[in-house]
């Protein structure tokens, strides 16, 4: 277990080089799409007073969008601490006709301690992979994993003195949501989902959220 003065540096190093390699690949791929819909569109059908678009030439579409919810610790953790609260920011990539979408989350939950002062914080940065089923339009509904890191703090304050301890754990998670599309752009969520933190002891969580985005071309 790393000093609490180091931890974050390195939380935040790990987070920006996480989300750099998942991302630029992701962000060029929508840009080529984009550019390659432009020039596809440029040679499509051409009609009585001008050319006619190709309906199947889409650009990828990325999701962006924020949320909280409940968030509960399990285990023998989860004797100790209160249920509490969870936010959280995604963003979520993902090419036409793909059943598959490329994500990035980041989730805070702060807990307390049932009997003392302070609690437990939870800081997670997780790529994730989803698998997406359209079942009517503008009707999604995803299956998740998602692997990456989290930065457990616990301050507890008692009587006679007080303990801080931090670490960096590896964390996996699965889970599942459901989302709903109004105006081709604005999207709301129902998600929910599992995360288990390697920590000497062995950890786990389990959160359901309310969320609501912005789809961007």
């Given at each position: 277990?790393?000093?609490?003065?180091?931890?974050?540096?390195?939380?935040?190093?790990?987070?920006?080089?996480?989300?750099?390699?998942?991302?630029?690949?992701?962000?060029?791929?929508?840009?080529?799409?984009?550019?390659?819909?432009?020039?596809?569109?440029?040679?499509?059908?051409?009609v009585?007073?001008?050319?006619?678009?190709?309906?199947?030439?889409?650009?990828?579409?990325?999701?962006?969008?924020?949320?909280?919810?409940?968030?509960?610790?399990?285990?023998?953790?989860?004797?100790v601490?209160?249920?509490?609260?969870?936010?959280?920011?995604?963003?979520?990539?993902r090419?036409?006709?793909?059943?598959?979408?490329?994500?990035?989350?980041?989730?805070?939950?702060?807990?307390?301690?049932?009997?003392?002062?302070?609690?437990?914080?939870?800081?997670?940065?997780?790529?994730?992979?989803?698998?997406?089923f359209?079942?009517?339009?503008?009707?999604?509904?995803?299956?998740?994993?998602?692997?990456?890191?989290?930065?457990?703090?616990?301050?507890?304050?008692?009587?006679?003195?007080s303990?801080?301890?931090?670490?960096?754990?590896?964390?996996?998670?699965?889970?599942?949501?459901?989302?709903?599309?109004?105006?081709?752009?604005?999207?709301?969520?129902?998600?929910?989902?599992?995360?288990?933190?390697?920590?000497?002891?062995g950890?786990?969580?389990?959160?359901?959220?309310?969320?609501?985005?912005?789809?961007?071309?």
């Amino acid at each position: 277990m790393s000093g609490p003065d180091t931890i974050p540096y390195k939380f935040l190093l790990t987070l920006v080089i996480i989300g750099a390699a998942l991302f630029l690949p992701a962000i060029a791929r929508a840009q080529d799409a984009a550019f390659g819909g432009v020039e596809k569109r440029d040679e499509g059908t051409k009609v009585a007073g001008g050319e006619k678009p190709r309906d199947e030439e889409r650009a990828a579409t990325m999701l962006v969008s924020a949320g909280g919810g409940y968030f509960r610790a399990l285990g023998d953790i989860g004797g100790v601490l209160d249920p509490g609260y969870s936010f959280r920011a995604f963003i979520q990539g993902r090419e036409p006709g793909d059943p598959l979408a490329v994500g990035f989350e980041l989730d805070f939950a702060p807990l307390k301690d049932k009997e003392n002062a302070g609690g437990i914080t939870y800081i997670s940065a997780l790529p994730s992979l989803a698998l997406v089923f359209t079942p009517v339009s503008s009707l999604d509904i995803q299956l998740r994993a998602a692997a990456g890191l989290t930065l457990v703090r616990s301050v507890i304050a008692r009587e006679t003195d007080s303990v801080e301890r931090s670490s960096l754990d590896f964390t996996v998670g699965a889970g599942a949501g459901i989302w709903k599309t109004f105006g081709g752009r604005y999207a709301v969520g129902l998600e929910t989902q599992y995360l288990y933190y390697f920590e000497k002891t062995g950890s786990s969580s389990l959160g359901a959220y309310l969320c609501a985005g912005y789809r961007f071309d």
